[in-house]
């Protein structure tokens, strides 16, 4: 209509979530390192314990990043997250409490199973992180590493003496992800390239 002017409503987009539960990643990958590695200290089950927390404290943030990546339709991103907030973290953690609390050492046959299929489940998504190839590919790749080794370690296929190929691929992962999550909340807030995310664009 003639002198009523339309009024438009704009809303604000949510900021990119993916560092924060970059940063949880990070917190899980040196939770696991530590345990793999024999750094818990002079009281393992109470290290379990510990690692539990963080990991439980790593689902809360895994949760809300994959939800809001789902809805700012990034599906990659938003699938993994959710399903490693699921996995990786609460299913982790929890059994880290069973683990300690249990009278007689768990035989973790059965996780083996459940790690074999989360590792299924990221080779055949790796395809999906190489546009563009960058730091988060290297990440996964270092996950498609590290996942396998835990999963056959569980199956009773390797032994003990694999242990360090998981665990430092895994501290590499946390570092990665430390180095990636920083670059992405730096350069927004400078509005340019301060820490390189070094991605490579096919042209």
């Known amino acids: 209509m003639e002198g009523i002017k339309e009024i438009k409503v704009q809303t604000k987009e949510w900021a990119n979530p993916t560092p924060a539960g970059l940063v949880a990643l990070a917190v899980a990958a040196f939770c696991f390192f530590a345990m793999l590695d024999g750094r818990l200290g002079t009281n393992p089950s109470g290290a379990m314990m510990l690692i539990g927390c963080w990991l439980i404290g790593g689902f809360v943030v895994q949760v809300i990043v994959g939800v809001l990546d789902l809805k700012s339709s990034n599906n990659t991103g938003g699938n993994t997250f959710l399903f490693f907030s699921a ?103 400078f509005g340019k390239t301060v820490y390189p995310l070094l991605q490579w664009k096919k042209k």
């Open 87 to 189: 996995f990786f973290m609460l299913a982790s953690g929890l059994s880290m409490f069973v683990k300690a609390a249990s009278a007689s050492p768990i035989d973790t046959f059965l996780d083996g199973y459940v790690w074999l299929a989360i590792t299924m489940v990221l080779f055949l998504w790796t395809p999906a992180f190489f546009k563009p190839f960058g730091l988060l590919t290297v990440l996964v790749l270092l996950l498609d590493i590290a996942l396998p080794v835990l999963a056959l370690m569980d199956l009773h296929i390797l032994d003990a003496t694999f242990r360090p190929v998981a665990a430092y691929a895994l501290l590499a992962a946390g570092i990665v992800a430390i180095y990636l999550c920083s670059a992405l909340v730096v350069n927004k807030a």
